[in-house]
């Protein structure tokens, strides 16, 4: 079965960074790029970035270029999103999940649960 | 940047009926686009992907059509568990974006 398990809800206050994790299991980590997602309360979808869990190669939205980074543990298989800078606008759930791509035509489309990140003074 | 958007932003609609809903590329981007459901407080399901090719388990009501810039994603007969919000994502390029959403709701 394959499952994608985020840390847990964090609660931060303006100006620090939060780091969240992404622990894969049920397939080969290194098969599949992971995504972030962003959904803030009430709002829409909106894509982070990515990883290639296979060399670590990134992508991101150019809305959280210089702020967002995104890594991959092959020993762990485990992929981590961290956020600096956090403000209030951050306050969302974010999603890691395999998504479907050009690369792959079956549709691998896993997602975790979402983690709550809540910027609050 | 490709940009997406969706219209309408949202519907009402009775059980039965036929819901379109369209999405727009502001690039090419071939059959590169995938349509997801998501109810209030869950997971986004994937429902479509490669634009008209159906996810498994998911009922044949749905369907998905077009390539290039424009994508519809189909209901043939509205039921009561389709109330959610409907994203297009495409997946042709860097950066992936998903359309605004529109969202579904019974009459």
């Known amino acids: 079965e394959v499952q994608l398990i985020q840390s847990g809800a964090a609660v931060r206050k303006p100006g620090t960074t939060v780091k969240i994790s992404c622990k894969v299991s049920g397939y080969t980590f290194t098969d599949y790029f992971i995504h972030w997602v962003q959904q803030a309360p009430g709002k829409g979808l909106e894509w982070v970035g990515l990883v290639d869990p296979e060399d670590g190669e990134t992508m991101l939205a150019e809305k959280f270029q210089g702020r967002v980074t995104i890594t991959a543990d092959t020993s762990t298989d485990t992929a981590y999103m961290e956020l600096s800078s956090l403000r209030s606008e951050d306050t969302a759930v974010y999603f890691c999940?395999?998504?479907?791509?050009?690369?792959?035509?079956?549709?691998?489309?896993?997602w975790g649960q979402g983690t709550l990140v809540t910027v609050s003074s | 940047d490709i940009q997406m958007t969706q219209s309408p932003s949202s519907l009402s609609a009775s059980v039965g009926d036929r819901v379109t809903i369209t999405c727009r590329a502001s690039?090419?981007?071939?059959?590169?686009l995938a349509w997801y459901q998501q109810k209030p407080g869950k997971v986004p399901k994937l429902l479509i992907h490669a634009a008209s090719t159906l996810h498994s388990g998911v009922p044949s009501r749905f369907s998905g059509s077009g390539s290039g810039t424009d994508f519809t994603l189909t209901i043939s007969s509205l039921q009561p568990e389709d109330v959610a919000t409907y994203y297009c994502h495409q997946y042709s390029s860097a950066p992936r974006k998903f359309g605004p959403g529109t969202k579904v709701e019974i009459k």
């Open positions: 690039q090419g981007i071939s059959d590169y």
């Open positions: 999940a395999t998504l479907a791509d050009y690369y792959d035509s079956s549709g691998y489309d896993y």
